[in-house]
């Protein structure tokens, strides 16, 4: 099993930045790849960045690249997601989760169901 607790959601204007944390407890940290997604109401859970076990991978929804970026600090077990330049459009509830593959595989690591453990996800409000 393994525990995640996303952070860091909040209400922003358009242009603002924001951080989300993931914290992960239960089974080592680093055995994971870990994924972001988020969803809008009335909307699927959409990919939004996924992130390998290492760090040394990173893929991002068009919709984000160039804005977000997913890092790791596998020392204290925490997944991060920089947001930069933020639209109304990115306003959803943002899930962190783990990926079943280390390094991504299959990829693009876009499909849910390549994902197991998810947290409770954290609001992210971007008004014009």
């Known amino acids: 099993q393994v525990q995640l607790v996303e952070s860091g959601g909040g209400s922003v204007q358009a242009g603002d930045s924001l951080r989300l944390s993931c914290a992960a407890s239960g089974r080592p940290f680093s055995n994971y790849a870990m994924g972001w997604f988020r969803q809008a109401p009335g909307k699927e859970r959409e990919f939004v960045a996924a992130i390998s076990w290492s760090g040394g991978t990173t893929y991002y929804a068009d919709s984000v690249k160039g804005r977000f970026a997913a890092s790791r600090d596998n020392a204290v077990n925490t997944l991060y997601l920089q947001m930069n330049s933020l639209k109304p459009e990115d306003t959803a509830v943002y899930y962190c989760?783990?990926?079943?593959?280390?390094?991504?595989?299959?990829?693009?690591?876009?499909?849910?169901?390549?994902?197991?453990?998810w947290g409770q996800g954290t609001q992210v409000t971007v008004s014009s």
């Open positions: 989760a783990t990926h079943l593959s280390p390094i991504l595989r299959p990829f693009p690591p876009i499909a849910t169901t390549n994902y197991n453990y």
